[in-house]
């Protein structure tokens, strides 16, 4: 199998386990070119790692080798990088969240549809073994229909966090815990429930932070299937725990925690498949395993040598900015909100 050819742009926190994955996949992959404004960075990223920089976007975009680029930068950075690699004939993967808003957000998937590029989004949570599981037994209706969801980020993160210049805040990060954060664990309830059709929430700052944005949010929800759920999203909750997602359906009772699926049959029997792992909830947000990652990365090799969309691409990552966006709404206008595009 011919290698693709892959560049690399944003040498922060985000890209550890990118790194492990794309180690994983050198059979598949052949990284051309790392980029980081910061050239001691970048330097001792290639270093440690056997792969050339590059000085510029520019060379990376020029480059005939390099067939798709991993862009891992916060998302102010997005619109312009997208713009050039999409007019390149570039296909971008690219980290959660798509942009700071959802207009942003659409201008960046409909820059790449214009390009005929593919554009994929790292919500890794999808392809835990235990979470394609669980989509697999609401699918083939197992289970019957869904009458309630239950999902809770327990997270936390230090003061120290949220002293980085620009962490938290709209300018650079588009939000706090919701788009930050509880982002993977929403989208990953939206593929297993299907969309939200409406929220009332309160969202606001605990005193255990001092930042622009939210670190606490509550609220209730009502799907457009008929169920009705609940969501607590936080980054204040010492020391942190496993995400977790109950659903409660006709046949069964299921809870999705990190990498756990546990199925409580109405005929009294209860399953559970998977095994616990670290998420990353703590105060070290990357304490988590690289599988996920290199699963997601593989399903985009996948449909750029098939000619098929990624799993998540950028089209559909726009349903989970919708939510969020139905939920900050709702916090400030003290009111149901019904969710864009849901009904």
């Known amino acids: 199998m011919e290698r ?14 990118h790194v492990r994955a794309l180690h994983d996949l050198s059979d598949r992959i052949e990284v051309c070119g790392v980029f980081s404004r910061d050239q001691q960075r970048r330097e001792a990223f290639a270093s440690d790692n056997g792969w050339p920089t590059v000085d510029s976007i ?55 549809e214009a390009a005929g590029v593919s554009l994929g989004i790292v919500l890794q949570h999808r392809f835990r073994a235990a979470s394609q599981k669980l989509k697999a037994l609401i699918d083939d209706g197992s289970l019957g229909a869904l009458a309630a969801v239950r999902l809770t ?9 949220y002293d980085e210049p620009g962490r938290g805040t709209v300018a650079r990060d588009g939000g706090g815990v919701l788009i930050n954060q509880a ?8 593929s297993l429930t299907g969309p939200a059709a409406e929220v009332q929430a309160i969202a606001g700052t605990t005193r255990l ?20 759920g609940s969501l607590t999203a936080t980054s ?26 546990t199925v409580h049959w109405q005929d009294g029997r209860t399953e559970t498949f998977g095994e616990p792992v670290t998420t990353g909830g703590g105060s ?6 690289h599988e996920w990652h290199r699963a997601l990365i593989a399903d985009f090799l ?35 909100v019904i969710v864009e595009g849901a009904v």
């Open 4 to 17: 693709i050819g892959v560049g690399v742009v944003g040498l922060g926190m985000a890209s550890r386990p």
């Open 58 to 112: 520019e060379a990376l975009a020029g480059d005939p080798t390099i067939g798709a680029v991993l862009l891992l930068t916060p998302p102010n950075a997005r619109i312009d990088l997208v713009g050039t690699f999409a007019a390149a004939g570039k296909h971008i993967l690219m980290e959660k969240p798509v942009e700071r808003t959802i207009g942003a957000a659409q201008a960046v998937v409909e820059t790449c």
């Open 153 to 161: 980020v327990p997270w936390w993160r230090p003061q120290a966090y």
């Open 183 to 190: 982002i993977h664990s929403l989208d990953l309830m939206l």
């Open 209 to 228: 932070h001092s930042m622009e944005t939210e670190d606490f949010v509550g609220a209730g929800l009502r799907f457009a299937n008929g169920a009705l």
């Open 236 to 261: 204040a909750a010492y020391p942190g725990a496993a995400e977790s997602i109950a659903i409660d359906c006709e046949k069964a009772s299921v809870e999705l925690q990190s990498g756990e699926l």
């Open 284 to 289: 070290d947000p990357m304490d988590f395993p």
């Open 302 to 336: 996948d449909a750029i040598e098939d000619c098929h969309p990624p799993a998540i691409t950028g089209r559909e990552a726009l349903s989970v900015h919708r939510l969020i966006d139905a939920l900050l709404q709702s916090s400030a206008e003290g009111r149901a």
